[in-house]
């Protein structure tokens, strides 16, 4: 492809509302151009190295007998109501009607669809298992999109769904899906650590999101370098060490002026926020009688040193969601804001919710209801009970391992995949029956993949650049190389010996970026490292003469000399050994 004819606009400055990196190389080098927050097009050279993802995605799914499949961006509503999702999700999911009045969404995710087209075609046990997927757009009307590719609201998924005759045949597929999500990652470049996740709005009873680790990631994941334990914070477990145990001591009020935090709390009394009980206040949306929601006002305790884990409590109520409770709802149920405690207040109003460690804490500090008063020795089991005990807290860096008792490792992600053991939550709900070696009618269970080829592009970036630009993996570059000309108009002998070897470097099947512009030989080598294709070649009148091209690593930043006669040769040989090197990286893996 000659630039001249290129259609691009490379850019030297930062452009002001990209925050990331990926997003100012992605605008700067051309890729991309937003069209609105959260919304992009893709030029050539994006596109490109698209296109060369979704082959990669393409060929690790028929690798375990997947079909592709194309399904339906527009979808009826009436499918989102048979699974209660209609109903579950906010204002994230796009609602719309036709001409005729009939609702309709813009999907954001297939379950539904797929669903009910594998319950009107697979009708035996016989034709299972099953592996559909699709590379579609989604979209999702995210309130702040934000690190350009990373958080949008129309994206390409691939999406896969696979079906079995039961959970120990889904058990022994899911392994496959781990397996070919590493190879995909690292074929495109990219290193991922796969941790257990919350299943969320998809439901099911297992998931794991493959996460790339980067500081700009919205993910907090916790890992274990001893055994290898790998979990998002939000269903992160932890070793709770309690304190040693005490005899009860008897209720004491005490005055603490305008002392309303925990930190100020354990300044005031001189004692460690472990030994201070937390007061959260929580309305949860639930549901209530004939499938309407309603809010339950929760009263949540932690320990003072601990911080809430908000989806752990929403799994636990199978709340569709938490708010904060008004400083008018606290008062309501006989609590004081800043003050609050399980003590005194009025039970027929609130659920109660205690962690797990609180039992196992004696003698807590803890408000007393009143405003710049708190109680000393407050004890779980005498002087309150909840309705239920469980975890709740977020695990955090040097919390113990919960396999081993090692420290924990905090660290930032980018959720670049997830897969999800389904089960029979939407064949169920959506009549996707099989009939089984006895004639009996049963649901077929379910697993689904994901992974937004967009948010890899970005991640891939963010994680292989440096002050010039992109250093592209050679498996989804947008060329393999880039020949810049440095060749003048007023050199026509020259300028016809770099075409001669333009022709021969496309004749040889590799692919060709020609930077064929009349323009500065700096102005050429800025834009070549700015889009980062693996080989720089750079053809000038001097080596012209000498019978020479300047060859560049991209990657490696080694440069040398080919002989113009042996140019594609040579340029093939660095090529190959950049395949290899991530070739190398695509080994197996144990699931954990």
């Known amino acids: 492809m000659r630039m001249s004819k290129l259609f691009f606009q490379t850019l030297r400055e930062v452009p002001a509302d990209a925050d990331v990196t990926s997003h100012q190389l992605m605008l700067r080098a051309g890729l991309v151009r937003q069209v609105a927050a959260g919304i992009f097009d893709f030029l050539p050279l994006g596109l490109r190295v698209k296109h060369k993802i979704e ?7 028929d690798a375990i007998d997947g079909q592709e499949v194309s399904l339906p961006v527009v979808q009826p509503a009436e499918l989102w109501q048979r699974t209660g999702r209609w109903q579950a999700i906010g204002d994230d999911l796009a609602r719309l009607k036709d001409r005729n009045g009939r609702d309709m969404v813009l999907g954001m995710t297939h379950e539904e669809v797929i669903t009910e087209m594998a319950g009107g075609v697979i009708n035996s046990y016989r034709q299972l298992p099953q592996m559909l997927y699709q590379i579609q757009t989604k979209f999702r009307d995210e309130p702040r999109p934000r690190a350009g590719l990373i958080r949008v609201r ?26 070919a999500y590493f190879n995909i990652f690292r074929r495109a470049g990219l290193e991922v650590v796969a941790v257990e996740s919350d299943t969320g709005m ?12 980067t500081p700009i990631g919205e993910d907090t994941l916790l890992l274990c370098d001893t055994c290898h334990y790998a979990a998002n914070r939000q269903i992160a477990t932890f070793v709770k060490e309690a304190a040693p145990a005490e005899d009860a001591l008897a209720l004491e009020e005490v005055e603490t002026p305008h002392v309303n935090t925990i930190a100020a709390l354990a300044e005031f009394l001189g004692v460690p926020e472990s030994r201070t009980a937390k007061a959260i ?15 339950q006002f929760v009263f949540v305790v932690v320990r003072g040193d601990m911080e809430l884990n908000e989806t752990k409590l929403t799994n636990a109520l199978a709340a569709r969601r938490l708010r904060p409770a008004t400083a008018e709802e606290i008062k309501a149920v006989g609590a004081e ?46 002087d309150y009970t909840a309705d239920l005990v469980l975890d709740v807290v977020a695990a955090a860096e040097g919390h113990g391992c919960p ?93 016809a010996k770099v075409e001669e070897l333009y022709a021969v470097l496309q004749k040889a099947g590799i692919e060709v970026l020609y ?4 323009e500065r030989a ?4 800025n834009d070549a490292d700015l889009i980062g294709i693996p080989v720089r070649l750079t053809a000038g009148k001097r080596g012209i003469e000498k019978g020479i091209v300047e060859v560049k690593n991209r990657r490696t930043g080694e440069s040398g000399e080919l002989p113009l006669g042996d140019v594609a040769a040579g340029v093939r040989a660095i090529l190959d050994a950049e395949r290899a090197r991530i070739a190398q990286t695509v080994v197996a893996e144990t699931m954990r």
Not at 205 to 212: D, Q, W
Not at 356 to 378: C, Q, T
Not at 465 to 486: F, K, Q, R
């Open 281 to 295: 206040f929580q309305m949860a949306e639930v549901n209530g009688e004939n499938g309407k929601s309603r809010e």
């Open 522 to 525: 700096g102005v050429k080598f």
């Open 154 to 179: 129309e994206f390409t998924m691939k999406d896969a769904y696979s079906f079995h005759t039961d959970f120990a045949d889904l058990d022994a597929y899911y392994p496959a899906v781990y397996q």
């Open 202 to 213: 998809m439901g099911g009873t297992m998931a794991h999101e493959f996460m790339a680790l």
């Open 515 to 518: 930077d064929d512009r009349d």
């Open 403 to 495: 396999v081993c008792g090692e420290p924990l490792r905090a660290v930032r992600g980018v959720e670049v995949g997830n897969i999800f053991k389904l089960g029979t939550k939407y064949s169920a709900a959506m009549d996707a029956l099989y009939l089984d070696e006895k004639g009996e009618s049963i649901p077929m269970v379910m697993g689904c993949y994901g992974i937004g080829s967009g948010r890899l592009i970005a991640s891939v970036i963010e994680t292989s650049n440096d002050e010039n630009g992109i250093i592209w993996p050679v498996t989804i570059a947008p060329y393999a190389v880039h020949l810049v000309s440095l060749a003048t108009p007023k050199q026509p002998e020259i300028v």
């Open 337 to 382: 804001p800043g003050y609050g405690s399980p003590v005194g207040i009025d039970r027929a109003k609130v659920l109660l919710v205690v962690d797990d460690l609180i039992p196992r804490s004696s003698n807590l500090v803890a408000g007393a209801n009143k405003e710049g008063w708190h109680y000393k020795n407050v004890n779980y089991g005498r």
């Open 55 to 61: 082959q990669i995605l393409r060929e690790e799914m």
